[in-house]
């Protein structure tokens, strides 16, 4: 069984209550523009914790990719007070201080699709452990935010443990219900009509997560979300042929939130890696967005780098990893631009705002869903590689996620980088066969 020793990560837990700004944390990131350096100064000492499941509770264990933030006020509060004179409170469990559907729809070019595509497409969340108020919560974000309601009762959620029993559930776990309301709430706010199959793995280790994803593909899935990760190992290919490889499914990992170096699923060549940025209102430019690579320390930011293990796929073409690199694409990640949730177990029972590439990859997944259903026999993390370099994707070219010998392992670039791939959506046209 391969361990879940993350040096890196280790050094999180370290942070946890450092108060930093969004200025500090975007400037770590290398910005120098001035759309960029407007959006710095959105927000005042945003503090966030990593969530528990960011510890894996026994060894052999892989964690989640995710952070709360506990207090200040977030860049998207105070943009929108700027936009409407409204005074924004601190972060509490009262009112969403993050980016909502609307937003993130805006910022990834997704409007019309989210509002015309995603009916009778079903997008499956991989996690740990059961949320028993899982399908509470959701109801709780979709109303609050005008989407339609998503539960058992007409057929649009569906809960079920690794072996595909609605009734003989895992034991529950709180750190990984914040993890769960995150994945189900960003799947609901890129794809409103997609219907939503939940799966909880027993445990999180690698056999039962992987499980977790064969009965998703199994249940009919053609996108499957996995929010976790941990250190490679030499298994890593002989689980690539048992859980991942699944040809005519759209299969999202988190890259990491531990900053540069490589994680495994995410290292898988038979799914798609996200990595994460900082996504800031930028009325300087034509698109009103702007992102950069999401970084606040040397270990803490979104993950990128070469495989140890894995071989390269063969759409993947950079010359200086010749196995597989990581990440192929990115979505909004950083805490200080984070994005709502709801959640009640285990906490207040609220909003809350979340980051880490657990919130980047449900978007992904999201996107895929919106593009349609992938051929048979297709691999969709080749998809974005057909479109690189085109309007459907926002590249993103500044910040960094830590050091690295060759610089765009680490390093944002024009083109392909291993923190951002090839960038964020702009509209489904890279998600698509």
């Known amino acids: 069984m391969r361990t879940t020793k993350r040096p890196s990560v280790r050094g999180r837990w370290h942070r946890l209550g450092t108060a930093v700004t969004a200025a500090a944390a975007l400037a770590l990131a290398g910005l120098g523009t001035a759309a960029h350096a407007d959006a710095a100064t959105a927000s005042s000492k945003v503090t966030w914790t990593a969530t528990p499941c960011s510890t894996p509770q026994k060894a052999g264990e892989l964690a989640c990719n995710s952070f709360r933030v506990t207090g200040g006020i977030t860049a998207f509060q105070k943009a929108r007070a700027k936009a409407d004179g409204i005074t924004p409170k601190a972060a509490d469990a009262t009112t969403p201080s993050g980016y909502g559907p609307s937003d993130l729809q805006d910022a990834y070019g997704l409007t019309d699709a989210a509002s015309s595509n995603g009916d009778g497409e079903t997008i499956a969340i991989v996690d740990a452990y059961n949320d028993p108020n899982a399908e509470a919560d959701l109801a709780k974000y979709r109303s609050y935010y005008g989407l339609s309601a998503c539960t058992t009762a007409n057929g649009c959620f569906k809960k079920v443990s690794q072996t595909g029993s609605t009734t003989s559930l895992p034991s529950s776990d709180t750190g990984w219900a914040e993890e769960i309301s995150l994945d189900l709430d960003m799947a609901s706010a890129i794809c409103p009509n997609c219907n939503i199959l939940l799966v909880e793995a027993k445990s999180a280790t690698m056999a039962n997560l992987g499980t977790a994803v064969n009965e998703a593909v199994t249940l009919g899935a053609k996108y499957v979300s996995n929010s976790y990760g941990g250190s490679e ?128 990859s449900p978007i992904i997944a999201g996107v895929y869903a919106l593009a349609g259903t992938p051929s048979s026999s297709s691999y969709p993390a080749q998809f974005p590689y057909n479109a690189a370099g085109t309007s459907a994707l926002n590249d993103v070219t500044s910040g960094n996620n830590g050091t690295c010998s060759t610089s765009y392992y680490c390093t944002a670039k024009s083109g392909y980088d291993g923190p951002t791939g090839w960038g964020t959506p702009e509209g489904v046209d890279a998600f698509t066969g």
């Open 233 to 360: 190992s030499s298994s890593d290919t002989s689980y690539d042929s048992s859980y991942f490889n699944h040809p005519g499914v759209a299969i999202t990992v988190s890259a990491g939130d531990s900053g540069y170096g490589a994680e495994y699923p995410a290292a898988s060549k038979y799914v798609t890696s996200v990595g994460g940025t900082a996504l800031s209102e930028a009325s300087s430019t034509t698109r009103g967005w702007s992102e950069t690579v999401w970084k606040t320390s040397s270990t803490e930011g979104t993950g990128s780098g070469c495989s140890s293990y894995d071989a390269k796929p063969s759409w993947q073409t950079d010359t200086g990893c010749t196995k597989r690199m990581i990440s192929d694409v990115s979505a909004v990640a950083d805490p200080a631009t984070g994005v709502s949730v709801y959640d009640s177990y285990g906490i207040t029972a609220g909003w809350y705002t979340f980051g880490g590439t657990s919130a980047s």
